[in-house]
C-alpha cells in the first residue's frame, strides 16, 4: 500500500528568469514603493515572471514535465516591464508590462496546451504577466510612481523549483527551455 510520504513531492513552476542585471534593476523600484506603501519586499535574486504554476508534483513526474516544456515552440522577444502595480485582492506590489508581446502570449498559451495534453494540473487563471515586489502592501487606486523601464532579451523559459530553506523560499532552475531566435 502506498502512503504519501512513499512519493515525494517538488514544488515546481515554469517562469521567465531575468539576468543578474535585470533582477537588480527591478530591485531598485522596491525601496521607493515601500516607502509609499509599506509591506515585505521580495528577495532580488528570486524575483521572476511565473509562466505556468503547477504546484506539488511527484518527482518521478518532473521528466515527463521537462518533456512536455520540450515540445514548445516559441519566438524570444523583448519584454519591458514599465509600470507599478497594486493587487487590492491580495496586497501585492508589482512590476508590469504597459505592453504585452505577442510572443509571450503565444508562449504562455503554448506551454499551457502541452500541459494539458500531458494532463498535468497547474493554475488556470488568465495570465496576466507580472513581476511581484512587494507581499503585504496597503494602497489605492491611484496610479503608482513612474519608474524606470527594465528590459531584457528573453532567449528561453525555465522549469523550477521552490526550496523551503532557513525561514524563507530559494528557487532552483531544474532546466531551461530555449525559444527560437527572434524572426528565426
Keep these: 500500500m502506498n ?14 528568469w531575468p539576468a543578474a542585471t535585470e533582477s537588480a534593476q527591478l530591485a531598485a523600484w522596491q525601496a521607493p514603493l515601500k516607502r ?9 535574486e528570486t524575483l521572476h515572471n511565473t509562466l505556468a504554476f503547477i504546484g506539488d508534483v511527484e518527482l518521478y513526474a518532473l521528466e ?4 512536455a516544456a520540450q515540445e514548445v515552440s516559441g519566438e ?11 493587487w487590492g485582492h491580495n496586497h501585492i506590489v508589482y512590476a508590469a508590462p ?21 494532463r498535468f494540473q497547474f493554475d488556470r487563471r ?10 503585504n502592501a496597503r494602497w489605492s487606486d491611484t496610479p503608482l510612481p513612474a519608474m524606470q523601464p527594465v ?17 524563507l523560499t530559494d528557487y532552483r532552475v531544474l532546466a531551461r527551455f530555449p525559444l527560437r531566435a527572434a524572426g528565426g
Design 64 to 67: 515527463a514535465l521537462q518533456l
Design 151 to 167: 528590459c531584457w532579451q528573453v532567449g528561453d523559459f525555465a522549469l523550477m523549483q521552490s526550496v523551503p530553506q532557513d525561514g
Design 36 to 44: 509609499l506603501c509599506g509591506g515585505r519586499a521580495m528577495r532580488g
Design 76 to 86: 524570444g522577444f523583448e519584454l519591458c516591464f514599465d509600470e507599478a502595480r497594486y
Design 126 to 135: 488568465a495570465y496576466k504577466p507580472h513581476v511581484t515586489l512587494l507581499r
Design 3 to 16: 502512503h504519501p510520504s512513499d512519493n515525494p513531492t517538488a514544488r515546481v513552476f515554469f517562469a521567465l
Design 98 to 118: 504597459r505592453h504585452v508581446p505577442r510572443q509571450l502570449v503565444n508562449l504562455a498559451d503554448a506551454l499551457g496546451q502541452r500541459l494539458d495534453a500531458h
